[in-house]
Each structure stands twice: as structure tokens, then as C-alpha cells.
């Protein structure tokens, strides 16, 4: 079953997710970097010798509890290549985060800006799994009690702790911990914000850093999320959004039985229950957005605009066409296509409704279940849940939707910590520790999209300006998510040049270094 809770998705773009044995969608935007596949040729060093395949697992034996050694060790995932490897090189390091790391091997190679990294300076590079997903577990479980011990510190001092102790399968692999060696930490998106939070947290303990599309601000209410695609989707699209939701909203607020049954039934929905999951569950064609990089071409969402904006052959002024037109090509769309990506056979209510305490969906604790440990992050620290702009702003989602709709669903998941009912995440205290968008550290680049839906919560926010140094440049492209993560996305000039200008702030910060500017 889907449900419509804690906006984040299990892949970038319309993800198809199992659950029950079933196929279902787009379960909203996770904040994870895109993957990307590496060659299926030989890997080779520079001097020729056959190397392991970039799919070749490593395990590392991490504490379980940073703040407790005593009670051993747990076998974290990690992939590592030393193609590009000479000595003296730096060690390239990067997590896709929140999410199994399977498929993430191409972080190894020059199709990411990791391995341009690695060739530019003669480095190797490592992909380590975040705790507690795919198959790096801390516990057998995902219950409160084995999930105490997930947490942004506990992700940090994972990092620390592998860094210092790892012996890399390479020559000289056991010679080249921060102390003797350049490491440079590169991520995206939540593990972009791992980043910098390390670096502030760890001062010393990577000589430089490469923050992609990193969500710094842990935020409450993040109703910014829908700002960027507001602004840059197709402007008669975002007019007849505008007004649908607008109308649907006062609908569903007029006490009128008769024509809220109308909307419902319009978009297939006619059984969900309470009307904050229909028009919530709205928000999943916006949530398509985040799938579009500039070498991918169209996507879902824009099927979504043309289905709204191309009526009997003729496209909509920029304008629009009005709520009438767009209202009825929406729900046509919905019930004719985009239902059945979103719940396959499910019905309404099983699939998209929230409010049911009692669904095994809350409460399967089983491990491989990576959105439960997500949501744990979630509930606990980072928030950033998407809802409906406040009143005064222009909204492209419904405002029927507020922080406690989601809040709500975290007492589902894990009643144990909610004794007196919802509260919000603490996001004050996760800002305070790692400096959020105030953060000040030397060598650390930011490289950030003007169409990502994450952009608001990163150093390049509207909300909060912040200037580029040469000690921590801030490089904003026309790009989406993560782009200048992937080497094909370079088919925007924009992308190219934060690429280059990454490259070379590398570069520099790199002919910097001895071994006595490290930590110890």
C-alpha cells in the first residue's frame, strides 16, 4: 500500500516500490542522489594491472554505538576502486545516504564527479553504506529500540571511525588514513548535508568537501519544496495548478457533501475517507519533478502538463485554461493513467489513506525496510515534510495539508516515543549542532541547482542568501537535483562550468596540503 506521509522517495523521480509482494509508484521525493551505472568493462589501473569490478562488496567492521564500543561491531557495505589511484593521492569518500547502496557503484567512476576528482588528482574513491539501510545493520530490527541508534551523529561518527580504521583493498591500503593522506568527502542531497555536517562537526578530518544540492536547514513547515518547480514549470501549467488546487481547497472547506463527492470521484478517489489524503495525494504529480535532469529529457511530469494544457489539439495561453478545462483533464488523467502508477490493483482508501492507526504499514519492522528508517530521521531531526504554502503565498499543493498531518503519521510509526501525541522533529537543536545554513568551513564547495525542489533548504535558499568565498564557494547551475553529481549532465553549460569550477577549486585545495595540516 502507498501512503501519502513524510514526502521523500526511495529514487529520484517515480520510483517503483514493493510492498506486499505488489508493484506501486512514486511514494514522494526521498532526498537521494540519482544513480548512475558504471561500465561493464575490465577495470584497470594506470599501469594496467586488472583491477576488481566496481560491483566487488567490502565489509567493515563499525561500532555499533559510538557512544558505547563495548558493545562490538556491526559489517557496514563499502565499494572501492583505486583506478586512477598514485601515491600520495587523495581518497575520495562518498554515501548515497538514505537508501541501499546497491547501484551506486558508479560513484566509483568518471561518469560522477567523484571519479573526475579521482582522475584530475590521481585518487581513489570508496561508496560506504549508510547505516541501518540495505544491508549494513547496526541491529536485527527496525524497532524504537534498535533505531536508537540511528541518528545524524551516530551517521557522523561513522565516518570518523571508518576513515581512521580502514584498511582500503589497494597497495598501501592500510597507510592512508587522514593523517597521511588527503580525504575529500563528497555527497548529495541528505548525504551533501552529511558533508558539511561532518566537516563542521569533524573539523580536520577531510581536507576538503563537495556538497551537492545539500539540505543544510532542517526545516519544519517546508512548503519551499514546490517553490522551484512553481517558478520553473511550464507558466500555463502553474496557472491551472494554481487555480485547480485553490478550487479543490474551497470545496473541500465549503461543507458542500454534493460537490466534494464530485472532485473525489472525478480523480478516482471516492472512497478515501478524509479529504486532506484526496487532496494531498495530489501532490505526487509535482513530486515528479524531482525525476527530470537535464540528460534525461521529458518525464512523467511533463505528460502531467501537456495532459492539463493541450486541450482538443491547441496548447493554453500562458495563463491557462481555467479551472473548468484543467480540473476535468486532471482527474482524466488520474483515473485513466496515473492511478494505477501510484497503487496498481490497491483501492483508494488502503492505498492513500493515513488515518488507520492500525495498518501493518506502520508496523513492519523488519529489516530492508529502509523508508521506516528514514522516517526515523525524519520525525526525529530533520523534518522537512512538504505541505501547502501558508496563506499569502502562492500555492501549487493544498493548504489543507500543515506539519501536523505528517507529524501524526510519525506517532503511527513509532508510538513509543509519542507518549503525550505528536510533536515536531528537532530541527532547532540538528541547525544549532551543525551550523545548518550559517556554516562556515574552509574547503568545502557547494554546487546547487536553481530548479531543485531541495533548493531552499540548501546555502543557495531564497530564504537565506549567503555569498561565495574562494574558502567556500557556492556554484549554482540551471540544473535540477544533484546534477552536476553525473558527468551527462553536462549537456547544460551551466552544469559543465559548476563542474569545472569544483574541479578546480580541488585542485587548489589539494596543492595545499601536507601531512601536518591533518587531523590525527
Known amino acids: 500500500m502507498l501512503k501519502v506521509l513524510l514526502a521523500f522517495t526511495l529514487a529520484t523521480g517515480t520510483a517503483a516500490v514493493l510492498r506486499d509482494g505488489r508493484l506501486h509508484g512514486n511514494i514522494a521525493p526521498l532526498l537521494t542522489v540519482p544513480k548512475v551505472t558504471p561500465p561493464a568493462t575490465p577495470v584497470t589501473s594506470r599501469n594496467g ?9 567490502y565489509m567493515f567492521d563499525q561500532l555499533i554505538d559510538h557512544n558505547n564500543p563495548s558493545l562490538g561491531t556491526f559489517k557496514q557495505r563499502f565499494w572501492h576502486t583505486y583506478e586512477y589511484y598514485e601515491p600520495g593521492g587523495p581518497i575520495i569518500f562518498f554515501t548515497p545516504g538514505e537508501v541501499a547502496a546497491d547501484g551506486y557503484q558508479g560513484y566509483l567512476t568518471n561518469l560522477t564527479i567523484n571519479g573526475l576528482i579521482a582522475q584530475q588528482q590521481n585518487g581513489s574513491t570508496i561508496v560506504l553504506e549508510h547505516r541501518f539501510f540495505g544491508l549494513s545493520y547496526p541491529k536485527d530490527d527496525l524497532t524504537v529500540e534498535s533505531l536508537s541508534v540511528l541518528n545524524i551523529q551516530q551517521a557522523i561518527d561513522d565516518v570518523e571511525y571508518f576513515a581512521k580504521s580502514v584498511k582500503l583493498p589497494m597497495p598501501g591500503g592500510d597507510q592512508v588514513t587522514p593523517d597521511t593522506s588527503p580525504w575529500i568527502m563528497i555527497g548529495g542531497s541528505y548525504s551533501g548535508a552529511l558533508t558539511s555536517w561532518t566537516m563542521v562537526t569533524k573539523p580536520g578530518l577531510f581536507w576538503a568537501g563537495y556538497a551537492s544540492s545539500a539540505t543544510v536547514e532542517c526545516i519544519e513547515w517546508f512548503w519551499q519544496y514546490f517553490e522551484p518547480i512553481r517558478q520553473f514549470m511550464p507558466q500555463n501549467c502553474s496557472a491551472d495548478v494554481q487555480a485547480v488546487i485553490k478550487h479543490i481547497d474551497d470545496t473541500f472547506t465549503s461543507g458542500n457533501a454534493t460537490m466534494i463527492d464530485e472532485i473525489k470521484n472525478l480523480f478516482g478517489l471516492g472512497n478515501v475517507t478524509h479529504l486532506d489524503d484526496v487532496a494531498g495525494a495530489l501532490r505526487y504529480n ?6 527530470l535532469q537535464p540528460s534525461s529529457g521529458p518525464g512523467l511530469f511533463d505528460t502531467f502538463c501537456d495532459k492539463l494544457e493541450v486541450h482538443n489539439g491547441v496548447s493554453a495561453p500562458e495563463y491557462g485554461w481555467g479551472v473548468d478545462i484543467a480540473l476535468n483533464a486532471w482527474g482524466s488523467y488520474w483515473t485513466d493513467t496515473y492511478y494505477e502508477i501510484l497503487c496498481g490493483d490497491d483501492n483508494a482508501e488502503d492505498c492513500l489513506g493515513t488515518y488507520n492507526s492500525s495498518d501493518p504499514y506502520w508496523t513492519n519492522t523488519a529489516k530492508g525496510n529502509d523508508y521506516r528508517a528514514w522516517t526515523w530521521i525524519v520525525c526525529n531531526e530533520i523534518g522537512l515534510v512538504q505541505e501547502g504554502a501558508p496563506e499569502g503565498t502562492p ?23 509519542y507518549p503525550d501525541g505528536p510533536r515536531p522533529p528537532k530541527t532547532n537543536a540538528t541547525n ?3 551550523q545548518g545554513w550559517d556554516v562556515a568551513i574552509d574547503r568545502l564547495f557547494f554546487a546547487n541547482g536553481k530548479r531543485d525542489p531541495w533548493r531552499d533548504a540548501t ?3 531564497d530564504f537565506h542568501m ?10 549554482v547551475s540551471d540544473g535540477f537535483h544533484c546534477s552536476d553529481l553525473l558527468t551527462n549532465n553536462n549537456v547544460d553549460s551551466s552544469v559543465d562550468a559548476v563542474q569545472k569550477q569544483g574541479l ?3 585542485k587548489t585545495w589539494l596543492a595545499q596540503w601536507t601531512p601536518s595540516n591533518s587531523t590525527s
Open 432 to 434: 544549532s549542532k551543525t
Open 459 to 461: 546555502v543557495s535558499s
Open 49 to 57: 594491472t586488472t583491477l576488481p569490478s566496481y560491483d566487488t562488496v
Open 286 to 291: 509535482l513530486f515528479d519533478w524531482q525525476a
Open 466 to 475: 549567503r555569498q561565495s568565498t574562494s574558502s567556500q564557494p557556492i556554484a
Open 504 to 506: 578546480a577549486a580541488m
Open 395 to 417: 500555492s501549487i499543493v493544498t493548504r489543507l495539508l500543515k506539519p501536523s498531518y505528517d507529524e501524526r503519521q510519525c506517532t503511527y510509526w513509532f508510538p513509543e516515543i
